[in-house]
């Protein structure tokens, strides 16, 4: 744990998707601590509402007429991770189509593995027409990778993000995702620390814990295509 957090040279803590070590710590401090895109029982957290967004990815592409949708990610380490991936499970329950574990790729361990996790996705079922990532980052790797490996993105196949920033980068083609007001949650997440700091010390009751989801909004650009209009 950083020296200034050990010492208490703060009055309260906001951790991007913490581990139990730095929560258990500042609890063991009395810090106030709020999360941002984590939540868990003891935790005060913030986050873009992951299962929706999933759910709003994987209805339109499926009303896009896509059924072969798949999804990449990293592997189960964060509520968020967890959370994504059943919400992409959901939405395949919502429109009847099988969740099958050929078309998971949940075992990314860093940002930068997403081009391996196309390649096995890619060994197992080569003929999906349609890829969830769990971000905006591993969303243009695995675009790279696709036309690398001789696909067209979304001719051959339509690929959609999560936390829309891969305007940024002026990435081409131009990324559907999923948006969320990350200034907005960054700015409650220091209203709901000073709120903290200001009301009596917590108990145990779980019902004294925070957890807010923010609302979150598909983004449609250039990387989708209704599936008439793929050329496989």
Not at 16 to 42: K, M, R, S, W, Y
Not at 130 to 155: H, S, W
Not at 203 to 226: G, M, N, Y
Request: glycine share 8%; aromatic share 6%; hydrophobic share 40%.
């Amino acid at each position: 744990m950083p020296l200034l957090i050990r010492d208490r040279g703060v009055d309260g803590v906001i951790c991007l998707q913490p581990n139990a070590a730095i929560t258990d710590a500042c609890a063991a401090l009395n810090l106030a601590t709020v999360t941002l895109f984590d939540h868990g029982e003891g935790i005060h957290g913030i986050e873009p509402d992951q299962r929706e967004g999933m759910r709003q990815a994987v209805r339109y592409l499926a009303e896009l007429g896509h059924r072969r949708i798949a999804y990449l990610g990293h592997e189960p380490g964060f509520s968020s991770s967890i959370d994504r991936l059943e919400g992409y499970r959901e939405g395949l329950k919502e429109h009847e189509i099988p969740v099958e574990d050929s078309l998971i790729e949940a075992s990314l361990r860093a940002i930068s593995w997403g081009p391996r996790g196309v390649d096995r996705l890619l060994s197992r079922s080569p003929n999906f027409t349609a890829l969830v990532c769990y971000n905006d980052t591993i969303a243009m790797d695995a675009v790279r990778r696709l036309q690398e490996r001789g696909f067209k993105v979304p001719q051959q196949i339509s690929v959609i993000g999560f936390d829309d920033i891969s305007s940024q980068y002026n990435f081409s083609p131009a990324l559907t995702s999923i948006h969320f007001d990350g200034v907005a949650m960054g700015c409650r997440a220091v209203e709901l620390l000073g709120e903290l700091r200001a009301a009596p010390p917590h108990t145990a009751d779980v019902t004294c814990w925070r957890h807010e989801l923010f609302p979150v909004q598909l983004k449609i650009r250039e990387s989708t295509l209704p599936l008439a209009a793929s050329r496989r």
